[in-house]
């Protein structure tokens, strides 16, 4: 652990070049990057893919927990079947939905269902703008993600005792307040730490980013993983590409 540390914060205060011996320029890379718009624009697309990404598995992890809770009959069947995304190569799945967000007719799936069904007269470039782009990979991560929220989460309900259940029943509690007031409650832990996790993830994601838009169009989805890469093996900076990461230790701390 602390050799690797020590490693990435001493090129982070170098301007370490592929092919030249390391020279100490203090806090040079760190007031460089504090000034590039660049990477304010870095900053902002990590918080919105991570945030949104989050946020929708979340969501979609209590529902299918609460689907799965309630299965009597094939219940592991299901269990596992909402496991494949999760489980899936990462590159696969990137390639997958690049496919599917593909902006030319009879090859992209959405287009081409959307242009057969007569809802659209022409296809939809959904990866050529900033916004379709960050949808696409923010979409990607979620479908990749959700099942482990949902099994988590049902692992979670499971916990709960069903005495809380047939109490609040029996003083007319209605469906609604005994999610609000049993189900959120007792799912607390289990949320605060498949959140955490979750974020450390996804703010560190690069394999999605890069397979599907390259951090693309322009600056569109580039996150720190991306960018990081970008500068230390494209323009070949690795104390700068290093310093891009180190941004990030503070706050995943």
Known sequence: ??????????????????????????????????????????????????????????????????????????????RGLFLLPWITSTVIIALTWRWMFDAFPGRGFFNSVLLDAGLLHRPIAFMATPEGAMMAVIVANWWRGFPFFGVSFLAGLASIPRELY??????????????????????????????LLSFILTINDFNIVYVMTRGGPGTATQVFATYSYDVAFNQLRWGRGVTISIFLVPLLV
């Open 1 to 78: 652990i602390v050799y690797p540390v020590y490693r990435a914060v001493w090129l982070s205060l170098t301007d370490k070049l592929v092919g030249y011996p390391e020279r100490f320029v203090g806090l040079r890379n760190y007031a460089y990057l504090a000034q590039d718009d660049t990477f304010r624009a870095v900053i902002r697309n990590s918080l919105v893919f991570t945030v949104g990404s989050v946020v929708l598995k979340v969501v979609t992890g209590v529902l299918m927990a609460l689907v799965l809770n309630n299965v009597i009959r094939g219940r592991n069947f299901l």
């Open 166 to 195: 047939e109490a609040a029943s029996v003083d007319g509690a209605s469906a609604r307040r005994r999610f609000w007031h049993i189900t959120l409650p007792g799912l607390k832990h289990v949320m605060i730490v498949t959140t």
